[in-house]
């Protein structure tokens, strides 16, 4: 038996407990719902994005872009106007946004190293997104410095800053004691309302105390966005911050709502079991305290400071006021529904407990008459809400997917959602076989594309196909250096013929003085001298097509006479180096989605590669392929060439061969949609694996990517690989 000094006791003790447990709910609520847009990196990354479509945020960050552009060629100062244009139509793009929220992302990375003492964002490829959108200007185009980036930070003597990265790092060790203090919270609640012997007035109160503390969470943002901008020293910084608060904050407004309804829930069912009047005499009681002073100097004190408080947030916050008092307005009808709902519920129980005959009879006897059954279902029902609630509670604590997720980095891959979930071994890539050979170049000779690599990826070509040979430049022409390649001429002449070698060697003769430039790998077709572009300025416009396009895949093979170093050093300079594909090229590989969002999304083989490097693998140590010599399309078969049948990858190549120049008039014909679709469909039958590569020459002839989305199940009846 309790003693009458321990049941003074709980009885005092109650009102605190419940207060506390509130307020814990509350502060473990705000935690947790930090401890996911806060302190994850991807969805921290992902509303830092989502903030650039505030006003606010897009108008500085538009002039901070115009000002990096003019700060590197400060010629360009007269279209500072224009560029700040410019730079709000990029901010919209979905390409920036991805390129925003993962330098967002490496910032938030290196904030939460020890080790760092500057908050920093560096956006190194602005210069594609800002050439690209005034490209109908072509002359404004070629004045944007093609390596210019965008970096900007506080520095680390700011006093704000490091009270920012402090408490962030704080907040970030702490982050896993969201789920203790909303325990905590439960249980000082729990027992603030069992221990009292009035019951039902307790719930009444600590329902009241919940409602309370959701209040406060409720206008917390609004007013520490207040307090936050007060201190920023630099007035063209007060409304971008204000901007990125919002965009952090607004969905903490849904917690606290959902932590408000809890507990006008639990004050309901409490009041249902007393009097209209005894409800309305406690709304008008607190109405009175507000207004008038109180007997003790404690309570005076309370009072002031709420009616401070509500002063200020109606003066500095009128439509958050508002919109407060709409919720509170809403918040006391729902309590009156519910309220009534729970007068209804218990009768209803009763008389269908009435109804059901002999089998509660001697239940019903038992009861001391009408109102302790009415008693008993009511003190059931309650308890079963309260169970509930706090269940329910619990299951928001553990299920990840009731926190704020971070949204995908685009909703296609390689232009169709479907293709996301695929395995790369899954996926059909329409292919250029000599991508770099076009006629699109006024000089190059015997193309085998009517565009080159670069427009070609615009046009829909996701794998490319490419030699890749040393040269060194001799006035506008360009000298293939033979002595460093050693590559004999009967294999030459296999692969161009012996007309294009003749016509390359007269090129060569009259190709005399010194070189005005040094060796370096180009893209050429066999000899230089036929046709050449530098293998880095052609990888930079791949580059720039991946910064634009950020959902795209893309798969190299490199017909390589060059040493490894020295593809690796042109992948590095142009910048595409860190798009390149790092991981294994045994299966399981994987899926294009995982590709996109650890943005290396470019898979690179090359056929004679000599040593191994982490991201430039064995062409036919991984693909298995058809013949490439067919000279009429009744030769085209599905036979195994290099890479024998053990390869997980298969590339058909699908061209016929003419010597020394390639015929569009055959393209006509084999990339005809119904002629290439069976070929692949036979030797996707007879090999028994997925076409992942569709090689062909002049690729905008004919129906190659047509053809290849069939074969994917997008846009035609094939079966999905």
Same mark, same amino acid.
């Given at each position: 038996?309790?003693?009458?000094?321990a049941?003074?006791f709980?009885?005092?003790a109650?009102?605190?407990l419940?207060?506390?447990?509130?307020?814990?709910?509350?502060?473990?609520a705000?935690?947790?719902?930090a +401890?996911r847009?806060?302190?994850?990196?991807? &969805?921290f990354?992902?509303?830092?994005? +989502?903030?650039?479509g505030?006003?606010?945020?897009a108008g500085?960050?538009a002039?901070? /872009?115009?000002?990096q552009?003019?700060?590197?060629?400060r010629d360009?100062?007269?279209f500072r106007?224009?560029?700040?244009?410019?730079?709000?139509?990029i901010?919209g793009?979905?390409?920036?946004? /991805?390129a925003?929220r993962?330098?967002a992302?490496?910032?938030? =990375?290196?904030?939460?190293?020890?080790?760092?003492q500057r908050v920093?964002?560096?956006?190194p490829d602005?210069?594609?997104f800002?050439?690209?959108a005034?490209?109908?200007?072509?002359?404004?185009?070629?004045?944007?410095p093609?390596s210019?980036?965008?970096?900007?930070?506080v520095?680390?003597? *700011?006093r704000?800053?490091?009270?920012?990265?402090?408490?962030?790092?704080?907040g970030?060790?702490?982050?896993?004691?969201?789920?203790?203090?909303?325990? /905590?919270?439960?249980?000082?609640?729990?027992?603030g309302?069992?221990v009292p012997r009035?019951?039902?007035?307790?719930l009444?109160?600590? @329902?009241?105390?919940?409602? &309370?503390?959701?209040?406060v969470?409720?206008f917390?943002p609004?007013?520490?966005?207040?307090a936050?901008v007060?201190?920023?020293p630099?007035p063209e910084?007060r409304p971008?911050?204000?901007?990125?608060?919002?965009?952090f904050?607004? @969905?903490?407004?849904?917690?606290?709502?959902a932590?408000?309804?809890m507990?006008?829930?639990?004050?309901?069912?409490?009041?249902? %079991?007393?009097?209209e009047?005894?409800v309305? *005499?406690?709304?008008?009681?607190t109405?009175?305290?507000?207004?008038?002073?109180?007997?003790?100097?404690?309570g005076?004190i309370?009072?002031?400071?709420?009616l401070t408080?509500?002063g200020?947030l109606?003066?500095?916050?009128?439509?958050?006021?508002?919109?407060?008092?709409?919720i509170?307005?809403?918040?006391?009808?729902a309590?009156? @529904?519910?309220?009534?709902?729970?007068?209804l519920v218990?009768?209803?129980?009763e008389?269908a407990a009435?109804?059901?005959?002999?089998?509660?009879?001697?239940?019903?006897?038992?009861?001391?008459?009408?109102? %302790?059954?009415?008693?008993?279902?009511?003190?059931?029902?309650?308890?079963v809400?309260?169970?509930?609630?706090?269940?329910?509670?619990v299951?928001?604590?553990r299920?990840p997917?009731?926190?704020p997720?971070?949204?995908a980095?685009t909703?296609? !891959?390689n232009?169709?959602?479907?293709? #996301? *979930?695929?395995?790369?071994?899954?996926?059909?890539?329409?292919?250029?076989h000599? +991508?770099m050979s076009a006629?699109?170049f006024?000089h190059?000779?015997?193309?085998?594309?009517?565009?080159?690599?670069?427009?070609?990826?615009?046009?829909?070509?996701?794998?490319?196909l490419?030699?890749?040979?040393?040269?060194?430049?001799v006035?506008?022409?360009?000298?293939?250096?033979?002595?460093? $390649?050693?590559?004999s001429?009967?294999?030459?002449e296999?692969?161009?013929? %012996?007309?294009a070698?003749?016509?390359a060697?007269r090129?060569r *003769?009259?190709?005399t003085?010194?070189?005005?430039?040094?060796?370096?790998?180009?893209? #050429?077709? @066999?000899? #230089?001298?036929l046709?050449?572009?530098?293998?880095?300025t052609?990888?930079?416009?791949?580059?720039?097509?991946?910064v =634009?396009?950020?959902?795209?895949?893309?798969?190299?093979?490199?017909e390589?006479?060059v &040493?490894?170093?020295?593809?690796?050093?042109?992948f590095?300079?142009?910048?595409?180096?860190r798009?390149?594909?790092?991981?294994?090229?045994?299966?399981?590989?994987?899926?294009?989605?995982?590709? /996109?969002?650890?943005? =290396?999304?470019?898979?690179?083989?090359?056929?004679?590669l000599?040593?191994?490097?982490?991201?430039?693998? =064995?062409?036919?140590?991984?693909?298995q $392929?058809?013949?490439y010599?067919?000279r009429?399309?009744?030769?085209? +078969? #599905?036979?195994?060439?290099r890479g024998g &049948?053990?390869?997980?990858?298969?590339?058909?190549?699908?061209?016929i061969?003419?010597?020394?120049?390639?015929?569009?008039?055959?393209?006509?014909?084999?990339n005809a949609?119904?002629?290439?679709?069976?070929?692949?469909?036979? !030797?996707q039958?007879?090999?028994?694996?997925?076409?992942?590569?569709?090689?062909?020459?002049?690729?905008?002839?004919g129906?190659?990517l047509?053809?290849?989305a069939?074969?994917?199940?997008i846009?035609?009846?094939?079966?999905?690989?």
């Open positions: 038996m309790v003693s009458p000094r049941e003074r709980w009885e005092r109650a009102a605190p419940r207060v506390l447990g509130a307020i814990l709910l509350g502060a473990g705000i935690h947790l719902y +401890s847009l806060v302190f994850d990196a991807p &969805t990354s992902a509303r830092a994005a +989502s903030s650039l505030d006003p606010r945020v500085f960050a002039e901070k /872009i115009a000002d552009v003019i700060a590197q060629k360009l100062m007269a106007p224009v560029l700040i244009g410019t730079a709000r139509a901010l793009s979905e390409g920036f946004r /991805i925003f993962r330098a992302e490496r910032a938030h =990375q290196a904030v939460f190293s020890e080790a760092v920093a964002l560096s956006l602005i210069g594609v800002v050439r690209a005034v490209a109908h200007d072509p002359a404004l185009a070629a004045k944007i093609a210019l980036g965008v970096a900007g930070g520095p680390p003597g *700011d704000l800053a490091k009270g920012v990265l402090l408490v962030a790092r704080l970030h060790r702490w982050r896993r004691n969201a789920a203790l203090e909303l325990g /905590i919270g439960s249980l000082l609640m729990a027992l309302i069992a009035d019951r039902r007035q307790a009444l109160r600590g @329902g009241a105390a919940l409602a &309370t503390v959701a209040v969470v409720l917390l609004p007013l520490a966005r207040t936050i007060a201190f920023i630099h910084l971008v911050v204000a901007g990125v608060f919002d965009a904050t607004a @969905g903490l407004r849904w917690w606290a709502l932590l408000g309804g507990g006008v829930v639990l004050a309901a069912a409490a009041s249902s %079991a007393v009097s009047a005894e309305e *005499d406690f709304a008008r009681r109405w009175v305290r507000l207004r008038q002073p109180t007997p003790r100097w404690q005076e309370v009072r002031a400071a709420v408080v509500v200020l109606a003066a500095f916050q009128p439509v958050a006021t508002l919109q407060g008092l709409t509170v307005a809403g918040a006391l009808l309590f009156e @529904g519910l309220r009534r709902l729970f007068l218990p009768p209803r129980i008389e009435r109804q059901a005959g002999a089998a509660l009879a001697e239940a019903r006897e038992k009861a001391v008459g009408r109102g %302790a059954a009415r008693t008993v279902l009511h003190h059931s029902l309650v308890g809400l309260v169970v509930g609630l706090i269940a329910g509670a299951f928001l604590v299920n997917d009731a926190l997720k971070a949204p980095l909703d296609a !891959c232009g169709d959602p479907s293709l #996301c *979930d695929r395995r790369l071994d899954q996926v059909v890539f329409a292919g250029a000599n +991508s006629a699109e006024p190059w000779m015997f193309p085998n594309q009517e565009l080159g690599s670069v427009s070609l990826l615009g046009h829909g070509i996701r794998a490319l490419f030699d890749v040979h040393y040269g060194q430049p006035g506008e022409e360009v000298k293939t250096d033979l002595d460093a $390649e050693k590559i001429r009967d294999k030459m296999q692969a161009v013929g %012996a007309e070698i003749a016509a060697m090129v *003769d009259r190709l003085g010194q070189p005005t430039g040094p060796r370096a790998p180009y893209l #050429c077709h @066999g000899f #230089c001298e046709g050449a572009a530098p293998l880095q052609v990888l930079e416009g791949v580059r720039d097509f991946l =634009q396009n950020p959902g795209e895949v893309l798969v190299f093979v490199i390589d006479y &040493t490894p170093e020295e593809v690796m050093a042109a590095k300079a142009s910048g595409l180096e798009f390149v594909y790092r991981g294994s090229v045994a299966p399981p590989f994987p899926t294009l989605r995982q590709l /996109i969002d650890s943005d =290396q999304r470019v898979v690179v083989f090359g056929e004679n000599k040593k191994d490097v982490d991201w430039y693998h =064995q062409a036919f140590a991984t693909f $392929e058809t013949p010599r067919f009429t399309p009744e030769e085209f +078969s #599905c036979q195994v060439n &049948t053990a390869g997980p990858l298969f590339q058909i190549n699908h061209w061969e003419t010597v020394p120049a390639p015929k569009p008039s055959n393209a006509v014909i084999v949609h119904d002629f290439l679709l069976a070929r692949a469909r036979r !030797c039958k007879e090999r028994g694996k997925v076409p992942n590569i569709l090689a062909v020459d002049f690729a905008m002839t129906d190659v047509a053809v290849a069939e074969l994917n199940g846009g035609g009846p094939a079966s999905r690989p």
